[in-house]
């Protein structure tokens, strides 16, 4: 069951949703970004960064265990997640800045994932390794978010009458896929969720919040429009868990180190929905205020 969806049902969905994104897209979309690179760099230094140094210092304030504590230097170290693109659609953040942020910080993490990790297991385990980035995973996130994308946007070109017809029950399809996600990962894991939650939940939830939070106010309080910052949030908030915990199984052969992955996955679909809904009932007190204001 958990293969099969994982290899099988959750990439065709996701790929279906992300095709519901490009039929909202335009060429003039990405090409208007080129106007705001102080926000990719913004989102890319929180990211890459500070993201990591503020896993690092938890792992020394809370003093985890050495594998728990590299498990969460890899979750920290990993690039944002296809899923940041949904909920960025859902809650009206920039989808197109999303889908540039994942473009570039997947790239990115090429070099910089397997150098965090070396100097995590140096640090917490004195221990050498070469670590190397699944050179399939990269190839799997292009293939969910880029070529959907396209085919969604070429669709709306020849038919653009098309995109306002489905754009509804597209993101209504989009929250049921999230919500059953979520039941999903919860129900997978339930055996193991007591003793994993007693071992690294509250610092895979402090680490989740100060994503999203960082995500969200820095960009803020640097000028960024509110809707490029929604999309900052959840760029920086989601991760792509999938690669965490490839690379702690597959790469690093140790189950433990993908505990920390395995738990974020929960509580960052469970927190990005709480955050969206919150900043867009914020969105809504503005509004009704700016009418106010009017009469």
């Known amino acids: 069951m958990d293969s099969g969806f994982f290899s099988v049902f959750l990439p065709i969905t996701l ?15 990405f090409l ?16 890459l960064v500070l993201l990591p140094s503020i896993a690092f210092f ?21 690039p944002g997640g296809p899923t940041a693109n949904l909920f960025s659609y859902i809650y009206k953040g920039d989808v197109a800045l999303n889908i540039t942020l994942t473009a570039i910080n997947t790239i990115i993490s090429i070099f910089t994932l397997p150098f965090i990790i070396n100097l995590s297991l140096h640090y917490f385990m004195s221990h050498d390794s070469n670590v190397t980035f699944p050179a399939e995973k990269i190839v799997q996130v292009f293939l969910i978010t880029l070529i959907p994308v396209i085919m969604g946007m070429l669709l709306r070109a020849k038919f653009p009458n098309l995109s ?3 754009s509804r029950p597209m993101r209504l399809l989009s929250i049921g896929f999230l919500t059953i996600l979520l039941i ?11 003793e994993y939650f007693a071992n690294i939940g509250a610092v895979t939830a ?5 994503s999203l939070f960082i995500g969200y106010c820095i960009p803020l309080l640097m000028g960024i429009p509110e809707k490029m ?11 792509n868990t999938a690669i965490a915990l490839t690379i702690a199984i597959s790469v690093l052969n140790n189950v433990t180190m993908a505990i ?14 709480i955050f969206g809904v919150l900043i867009s009932r914020q969105q809504v007190v503005y509004s009704n205020k700016g009418r106010l204001s009017d009469l």
């Not at 208007?32 to 990211?47: C, E, G, H, M, N």
């Not at 999903?184 to 007591?194: D, G, K, Q």
Request: charged residues 10%; aromatic residues 12%; contains cysteine.
């Open 15 to 29: 790929a279906i949703m992300m095709m519901g994104l490009g039929l909202e897209l335009t060429i003039k979309d």
């Open 229 to 239: 910052a929604r999309a900052c949030t959840f760029e920086i908030g989601i991760h």
């Open 32 to 47: 208007r970004l080129s106007r705001y690179p102080k926000v990719i760099f913004i989102t890319l230094f929180a990211q």
């Open 58 to 78: 938890i792992c020394l304030i809370l003093d985890l265990p050495a594998l728990l504590a590299v498990g969460l230097m890899l979750l920290a170290a990993s």
């Open 206 to 210: 402090i680490l989740c919040f100060s």
């Open 184 to 194: 999903f990962a919860i129900f997978r894991e339930r055996s193991n969720l007591v």
């Open 164 to 166: 306002i017809t489905v």
């Open 260 to 273: 920390p992955a395995g738990i974020y996955t929960i509580f960052m679909y469970s927190f990005a929905t």
